[in-house]
């Protein structure tokens, strides 16, 4: 009978923390929301007092609808509780995904074809001040173009938590009132 040979165990460590690299936490400023983001240029406006935290979750909600319906990902709330009781096949789960690039539409029929550039620019490509102001404006100060677009997107970011909230309004009218709550 052979002896068994006996190799050393390696224990593969799981990675706890799967945030930025090290590296990479230095090269950027960091918001304190769960998972880690770049410090974007709506925490900025919304530290500075120039939007609201509900022009901040408007931004927040546009941003994710445009992730799921372009980039086929969700990001849920770290309390998302998942509902079990329907399960998406490969249409259905298109369908949802159609819905959301519809709502991205809505929103850029309302507010324009500028604020939806804007809003790409500023939640998508999360670029800075200063280059969305390189971009549209070169030929400017890059102090001038930075106070211009900054006050271009807090209105648009103004804009579309209105826009959220009366197209909440809508749907509340439009609810068929429930029959203890009709009076005869």
């Known amino acids: 009978m052979k002896k068994a040979i006996r ?14 690299t090290p590296e990479r936490e230095r090269r950027s400023d960091w918001s304190g ?7 974007t240029t709506v925490q900025a406006l919304l530290n500075a007092g120039d939007i609201t935290q509900d022009a901040a979750n408007a931004a927040d909600r546009w941003y994710r609808d445009y992730a799921f319906g372009y980039h086929d990902y969700r990001e849920f709330a ?22 959301a690039c519809g709502r991205i539409v809505d929103v850029r029929q ?18 800075s001040f200063r280059a969305m102001g390189e971009a549209l404006f070169p030929k400017l100060n890059t102090t001038v173009a930075r106070g ?20 909440n309004r809508s749907k509340e ?6 029959a203890d709550l009709v009076s005869a």
């Open 7 to 20: 190799r050393p165990r390696h224990e593969i460590r799981q990675a706890q923390d799967m945030g930025p």
């Open 33 to 39: 929301k769960t998972p880690k983001r770049v410090l």
């Open 78 to 99: 770290p309390d998302h509780v998942a509902d079990t009781t329907t399960r998406h096949d490969a249409v259905s789960w298109q369908v949802v995904r159609a819905t």
């Open 110 to 127: 309302a507010l324009g074809v500028c604020a939806h550039q804007r809003l790409r620019m500023m939640l998508v490509d999360e670029l």
């Open 148 to 167: 211009k677009l900054s006050a271009q997107c807090s209105l648009i970011l103004e804009q579309l938590s209105e826009y959220y909230r009366a197209l």
């Open 173 to 178: 009218k439009t609810c068929t009132p429930h």
